[in-house]
T-cell receptor, first 114, second 117 residues
Framework: DSGVTQTPKHLITATGQRVTLRCSPRSGDLSVYWYQQSLDQGLQFLIQYYNGEERAKGNILERFSAQQFPDLHSELNLSSLELGDSALYFC?????????????FGPGTRLTVL | DQQVKQNSPSLSVQEGRISILNCDYTNSMFDYFLWYKKYPAEGPTFLISISSIKDKNEDGRFTVFLNKSAKHLSLHIVPSQPGDSAVYFCAASAKGAGGTSYGKLTFGQGTILTVHP
């Protein structure tokens, strides 16, 4: 158990819909990261927050947005869903953004878009 | 544009022998490299890392080697155990503009390691 929790574990929805994925970081971790793992791709970095502020952005689609709240939990919002958005979405957390600080990954949310 | 590549999708090794997993990168701005291990239905777990100022880092049965001139790193597992069977991801981190460190990791596609008893 990494200490990072993600809800829900599984999500099945239809094209065009909107979903929210939730992540609670490890106690004491201020930095949160979101990654997407599609079937034919490795883990792709989406976005990073540090203490409530956006810190770095990867190849995140405009239909996707995220935020980190004052209690440090984070939400990833995916809208106008397409079939290709079906993937595993991982949240990770670390003490701070420096790369030598280990990122602890949650178990992931599996999103299926039908 | 695949900046981190793991060209071997899978590797099969006998228990007790050495496992060597390889990773190549193209971005010369990468200055920190990591290996993660992933079991089915779980998130990746950090295994070992190396800074670009080093060429070797060892932790128990795991050793990571970095060859900057070749833009290549490898993970050696000696001796391999059946419990090591998992997907191994190579990842890299680069400093941003002005030398700011980010935690953004660029991952390879992963290599499935199977260790046979």
């Amino acid at each position: 158990d990494s200490g990072v929790t993600q809800t829900p574990k599984h999500l099945i929805t239809a094209t065009g819909q909107r979903v929210t994925l939730r992540c609670s970081p490890r106690s004491g971790d201020l930095s949160v990261y979101w990654y997407q793992q599609s079937l034919d791709q490795g883990l792709q970095f989406l976005i990073q927050y540090y203490n409530g502020e956006e810190r770095a952005k990867g190849n995140i689609l405009e239909r996707f947005s995220a935020q980190q709240f004052p209690d440090l939990h984070s939400e990833l919002n995916l809208s106008s869903l397409e079939l290709g958005d079906s993937a595993l979405y991982f949240c990770a957390s670390s003490v701070d953004p420096r790369p030598f600080n280990e990122q602890f990954f949650g178990p992931g949310t599996r999103l299926t878009v039908l | 544009d695949q900046q981190v590549k793991q060209n071997s999708p899978s590797l099969s090794v006998q228990e007790g022998r050495i496992s060597i997993l390889n990773c190549d990168y193209t971005n010369s701005m990468f200055d920190y490299f990591l290996w993660y291990k992933k079991y089915p239905a779980e998130g990746p777990t950090f295994l070992i890392s190396i800074s670009s100022i080093k060429d070797k880092n060892e932790d128990g049965r795991f050793t990571v080697f970095l060859n900057k001139s070749a833009k290549h790193l490898s993970l050696h597992i000696v001796p391999s155990q059946p419990g090591d069977s998992a997907v191994y991801f190579c990842a890299a981190s680069a400093k941003g503009a002005g030398g700011t460190s980010y935690g953004k990791l660029t991952f390879g596609q992963g290599t499935i390691l199977t260790v046979h008893p």
